[in-house]
């Protein structure tokens, strides 16, 4: 939400708060409000102040965090298909190099697996690759070599990862695809090398689309729990998809050195939470027994009071857990009240002795 649009919104919402607080004809509010008043005037409205006895209704509840239901890929294990580069190194048979060798008496040949899945070998011909492993290839080969050295010594290397890899999308610094290789590759690691987590990333519904079922991964909870299922493992043509997070704002006006919005998406957070980011209460304009939190459903309004004129109010609302949609509204003083109303009119008055003064 844009500067404009929540100043729009605050008007809108004053307006609405400043009808129902409106008990007197000067705008003050009458604490605690007469629960048999609010009723007759607001028939879909109810108040409930916050007390030691019933806050215990509104304190957060521990949930364990959710585990994936990712399948486990079980052990990784790197199948070679097109595109990959393989080394392929033959010691003591330089004749059979097609690439210069690293070791003297070692021949060398780099072969790029073709799009069929084959590449070719020197006596050997075609070579199926495709969906073996490099120890498997090596096997092959040595068999094959064998026709026309005594006991040849193959080593297989793959040097270019480009037959699997998986996808990372959304919220990341680099949308992109990942080379799989024979090393696994986990979720974190993999968005990672996708540029990592944007600001508007939410990482406690991160998505990973495998074999057409799409699986929500709590990631957040592996970051901040240690959770290792929710770290899975990846598997070749998976998509991962981080979402952006959902709006959860709640909206602080009235008497406060800072009204603004306070983001709810992250971590939970309590009413005196809330008001101690936005640097409290308006020392001189607030009354401290008047701070609400209407909290919409349907059609009803329920309006949650808190006298914070004390520290045990302070207290009770450090166990209030905020809502998306909330709209906390600190009431001000009749004080305030008449102290803005003397500073009104105290330059007409001073104006009205000056020019009296000069009449005379």
Known sequence: MDGKTFRGFRNTVTLVLVTFLAACADGSVRIPISSEAQSREFPDVSVIPLTADNIAGFAATTLPAQTTVLPKSGKWTYRIGDGDLLNITVFDHTELATSTAEKPGAAASAVLVQADGTFFYPFVGKVRAAGLTAEEIRTALTERLTTYFPDPQVAVQIVEFNAQSIVVAGEVGAPRSVALSTKPLQLLEAINAAGGLTPLADTAHVTVQRGGTVYDV???????????????????????????????????????????????????????????????????????????????????????????????????????????????????????????????????????????????
């Open 218 to 360: 709590n990631l957040r909870a592996f970051l901040s729990e240690g959770l290792a299922n929710n770290n899975p493992v990846l598997m070749a043509g998976d998509i991962v998809t981080v979402r952006r997070q959902v709006a959860q704002e709640a909206y602080i006006m009235g008497s406060v050195k800072s009204p603004s919005i306070v983001n709810l998406a992250v971590d939970p957070i309590t009413l005196t939470q809330a008001l101690a980011r936005q640097g409290g209460l308006d020392e001189v304009r607030a009354d401290a027994r008047g701070v609400f939190v209407f909290r919409q459903a349907g059609a009803r309004t329920t309006v949650y009071q808190l006298d914070v004129s004390s520290p045990g109010g302070w207290l009770i609302g450090n166990r209030f857990m905020l809502m998306s949609g909330d709209v906390i509204y600190v009431t001000r003083s009749p004080l305030s009240k008449w102290n803005d109303t003397i500073s009104r009119l105290l330059p007409s008055v001073s104006a009205g002795k000056s020019v009296a003064t000069t009449a005379r």
